[in-house]
């Protein structure tokens, strides 16, 4: 390759860098404004809290099964936390914290479930044989014998 094909091809790629520049509006990657949104407007640190659990509940779980057991409904769940971003309440983090276990069903305990946009009341037998159509986190509440008397599967718009 002579030497004056070498500046012609240098120039041409450098021109291709200049071109690029005035397109995305003179941004580089490195530059600091990368941590910017969509709509120019800068990025922020992500708050979170609590989620909020409805009267009279004290935990949260994750739904892994529903079965019949000697007359029985019995679940097996995964004790969690949850937390919600306080700037997007569809941002939810759930985390275990504790080991999966099974609990039975009370005699006259109440489960609400999400069907489209409304909460429904089911029994306990319900969940054995049907599907959630959202996601399976609930609160719930236990009597002190262990057993669940309440059980409402979370909605997070």
């Known amino acids: 390759m002579s030497m004056n094909h070498r500046r012609i091809s240098a120039t041409v790629v450098l021109a291709s860098v200049a071109g690029l ?3 995305t509006g003179g941004t580089s990657i490195a530059s600091p404004n990368a941590a910017t949104t969509a709509n120019g ?3 922020r640190a ?3 809290k609590p989620c909020r659990l409805p009267a009279g509940y004290k935990h949260f779980f994750e739904l892994h099964s529903a ?3 000697q ?3 019995v679940v097996r769940v995964t004790p969690e936390t949850c937390e ?7 941002d939810v983090i759930y985390t275990p914290s504790g080991a999966a276990r099974s609990y039975v ?3 006259g305990a109440t489960v609400k479930v999400l ?3 409304k909460t429904v009341k089911v029994t306990p037998k319900w969940l054995v044989n049907h599907e959630l159509a959202n996601t399976p986190h609930f609160s719930y509440r236990l009597n002190g014998r262990s057993q669940i008397t309440a059980m409402e599967e979370i909605y997070h718009p």
């Open 115 to 117: 069907k489209d946009t």
């Open 71 to 73: 007359g029985n409904t």
């Open 21 to 23: 520049l005035a397109l």
């Open 105 to 107: 069903f009370a005699s």
């Open 41 to 43: 407007a800068q990025a």
């Open 84 to 90: 919600v971003n306080t700037g997007n309440d569809e």
């Open 67 to 69: 079965k019949n057991f």
């Open 46 to 48: 992500t708050t979170r």
